[in-house]
């Protein structure tokens, strides 16, 4: 009887359904470790290359960079779009969901006619001495601008989930409408806002497409890569692509540990 | 005082129209109503949280009505308590001080005291997770009262108690409302808590304001139908007035005659409410009804045991519901399907008034 109910024959289905995905990324993640780990003189050789630390690092730093912008300018947006019942609210909503439906090279299209140096924006910004083209901050406004659904969505969702009466009853103690967002909404949704942030930077290293149409140079580690596997090789690629592999994963578990505690009090956990 | 004037707003499917209510300096309001009446948006408006379309609310006189809730001086607590999750109790009340920029001493003084008063001094560095129903409770209210408002809204602070505790809320919050001269304002679903706090009850409908009075007066007393269905009022009925003597009327009900001790105008339509509990049986089915007493004869189709009382539904020409008191032993309950004689004074039909 007990038997009968642990081994259900639907919830079995269910997980031999979704065990093909799970099987699947196992594989692709063995099939680049098992033969850079044979070969483990040439993944060190490879990761002591000057040109792969530099595209290492410029992809980590232009994807802070990235989420820097986002928590300053999207947080406060996340915020009127939980709170605000507005009449274009639905609109607004579907703007920021754009670059999640377009093709990346589309979206890359986009940032190159408006930042490139003729263009609406990236013009007035040249002649303060600010360029986008084959440049950092072209790498950093490509990532904003594909990553900045992830941010927003998951933000929103962590305000949305404050109770506004505890908003209510800080304004009626004296706060403004500001004070409150700081000292009540704000720390009840740092859990979304650091798996916000998260989420973005995953989105915004992994960004290949929408980077290489404006700034092909300096090269991010998705460019590398590409450059690699056309010019170099298989090989060549995949020892990047397994550093690349590590080094998120190991900035996965760090974020896990930092965020351990986070969030306890949310109303959502309480 | 706190003065409604006219004020109207709409809010997806909440609603106020033209409420006009004046509370007193000191004074023990209830607004009571069904749900989705509006009691808590009129209760926000009050604080500042939400603003009218139309009409004013005075403070004291001045209007108010665009001014943000923090320089109102009205505190509220509501029913889900709406303690700060991330804050431990002392953090919570003292909330309002530091933003007034209290000096660090005075604020924990203030905050220790409040929290001796309320009992709940051992709770001083809990989290709202920690607390029962209600210790919440009490911390919310001392959270409210640190700030020493002028204006005390609650909105439903004692649904979620059990009733030990809800009685003891309720003494607590008269105590409080004395020794601080505080106007309270208390959204209430419970009868109870009506009768056991209020000065006067405002009770809401549909964002009206329907009537305002002592408990007794809208549960005795109600003016209009939907004032009598919300106070319980089992038997509502609509018919002519055929004849008026000066001192009473009779109205015909689709064929049956009820005799009431209001006057009305021969010949209007009028709606009249008899409370369950006003109705009772004869003891034998041929009665000789005197001038003082309304008779209707029926079958039981129904019988509904309560706690202290036993519903009995009466059909008929004129179908009555009946609400007898139980282990009576003087009025004798029918059994089902017996026939029977309901009788009700006179001085009990109420004339109730459409369009309040």
């Known amino acids: ?270 | 005082m706190i003065a409604l004037e006219h004020v109207s707003m709409t809010l997806g499917e909440f609603s106020l129209h033209d409420v006009d209510l004046r509370i007193s300096t000191g004074e023990y309001l209830v607004i009571m109503g069904p749900s989705g009446a509006g009691k808590t948006v009129l209760l926000e408006t009050i604080a500042g949280l939400r603003f009218p379309d139309s009409g004013r609310i005075l403070l004291g006189g001045t209007d108010v009505s665009c001014i943000p809730p923090e320089n109102r001086h009205i505190a509220i607590v509501y029913q889900d308590y709406s303690l700060f999750p991330h804050m431990t109790a002392f953090d919570n009340i003292a909330f309002g001080l530091r933003l007034r920029r209290v000096a660090k001493p005075e604020t924990e003084q203030r905050v220790r005291s409040l929290l001796k008063e309320f009992n709940i001094a051992h709770l001083i560095d809990h989290y709202p997770s920690s607390m029962s129903g209600g210790e919440q409770q009490r911390v919310a209210l001392a959270r409210a009262l640190a700030v020493n408002p002028e204006i005390l809204l609650l909105d439903e602070p004692f649904a979620a108690l059990d009733p030990n505790t809800r009685e003891e809320c309720m003494r607590m919050m008269l105590a409080v409302r004395k020794s601080q001269n505080l106007t309270i304002i208390q959204v209430s679903h419970s009868r109870e808590e009506a009768y056991g706090v209020s000065d006067r009850v405002a009770l809401i409908i549909d964002g009206c304001v329907v009537q305002t009075g002592s408990a007794d007066d809208i549960f005795r007393n109600p003016r209009s139908p939907a004032a009598a269905k919300y106070a319980g009022i089992d038997n509502i009925f609509r018919g002519t007035v055929i004849s008026c003597n000066g001192a009473s009327s009779t109205i015909d009900i689709g064929g049956h005659q009820i005799t009431l001790d209001s006057i009305a105008p021969v010949g209007a339509s009028v709606t009249i409410g008899i409370a369950g509990e006003h109705v009772s049986f004869a003891e034998e089915p041929h009665i000789t009804v005197g001038p003082a007493l309304n008779a209707v004869s029926g079958i039981v189709t129904d019988i509904l045991p309560m706690e202290h009382a036993v519903k009995i539904r009466i059909g008929g020409v004129l179908p009555l519901t009946a609400v007898v008191k139980r282990n009576n032993g003087l009025i004798p309950i029918p059994s089902l399907g017996e026939p029977c004689v309901a009788l009700f004074l006179c001085e009990d039909v109420h004339l109730l008034e459409e369009g309040v």
């Open chain 1, 1 to 270: 009887m007990v038997d009968s109910i642990r081994y259900d024959p639907c919830l079995i289905a269910f997980w031999l359904m979704g065990g093909v995905v799970i099987v699947i990324t196992i594989l692709a993640l063995l099939s680049i470790a098992v033969p850079e780990l044979l070969d483990l003189s040439h993944l060190a050789s490879v990761a002591t290359e000057y040109g792969v630390i530099e595209a290492i690092l410029l992809t980590m730093v232009a994807a802070l960079v990235a989420v820097f912008f986002l928590v300053i300018f999207c947080t406060p947006l996340a915020y009127v779009l939980a709170r605000n019942t507005i009449r274009w609210k639905g609109m607004v909503e579907n703007i920021v969901d754009i670059p999640l439906v377009l093709p990346h090279t589309v979206a890359g299209l986009m940032v190159y006619l408006l930042f490139m140096s003729r263009g609406p924006i990236g013009a007035p910004l040249r002649s303060v001495g600010i360029v986008f083209e084959d440049a950092f901050f072209g790498i950093v406004v490509a990532m904003i601008f594909v990553s900045s659904p992830y941010y927003i969505n998951a933000v929103r969702e962590g305000f949305e989930k404050v109770p506004v009466h505890l908003e209510n009853v800080a304004r009626t103690l004296g706060a403004t409408r500001f004070h409150a967002f700081r000292s009540i909404a704000l720390p009840l949704s740092t859990r979304h806002i650091l798996s916000g942030s998260f989420l973005a930077w995953g989105r915004a290293v992994g960004e290949f497409a929408a980077v290489v149409m404006i700034a092909y140079f300096p090269m991010v580690v998705s460019t590398l890569i590409y450059q690699r596997f056309t010019t170099g090789g298989l090989a060549e690629s995949r020892s990047v692509a397994f550093i690349m592999i590590l080094i998120c994963i190991a900035v996965f578990v760090v974020f896990r540990w930092i965020t351990r505690t986070t969030g306890r009090h949310d109303h959502d956990r309480a």
